[in-house]
């Protein structure tokens, strides 16, 4: 059974970093798509960044773009999303994904429904 423990969340303040993990354990095929997801209160549930375990290609969503780096250990079995420039809206529960339906060339879905595995959670707050 796949189980996945997300760790490194906490409070910092505009423009600092933060660094979350996501241990992962249980896969059966090698073949699969892992991401993050936040969800803010109020909110809807949404992609961040997801990337495929063949290669380096990975998705981000804009809001994200250029601060936020998704990236992987797989002898480690461990997801990373590196956060610097952190922002007020940045504030979440972040969640660690995966999922063992790829698309054609290793595209990762940056959906949640498309993804059957989730951990706990682990929440960031960012203030001004």
């Known amino acids: 059974q796949v189980q996945l423990v997300e760790s490194g969340g906490g409070s910092v303040q505009a423009g600092g970093s933060l660094r979350l993990s996501c241990a992962a354990s249980?896969?059966?095929?090698?073949?699969?798509?892992m991401g993050w997801f936040r969800q803010a209160p109020g909110k809807e549930r949404e992609g961040v960044a997801t990337?495929?375990?063949?290669?380096?290609?990975?998705t981000y969503a804009d809001s994200v773009k250029g601060r936020f780096t998704i990236s992987q250990d797989n002898a480690k079995n461990t997801l990373y999303l590196q956060m610097n420039s952190l922002k007020p809206e940045d504030t979440a529960m972040y969640y660690c994904?995966?999922?063992?339906?790829?698309?054609?060339?290793?595209?990762?879905?940056?959906?949640?429904?498309?993804?059957?595995?989730w951990g706990q959670g682990t929440q960031v707050t960012v203030s001004s």
């Open positions: 994904a995966a999922s063992f339906v790829v698309g054609s060339g290793g595209y990762c879905y940056t959906v949640d429904w498309r993804y059957n595995y």
């Open positions: 249980g896969y059966t095929y090698s073949s699969r798509c």
């Open positions: 990337i495929y375990s063949g290669g380096r290609r990975a």
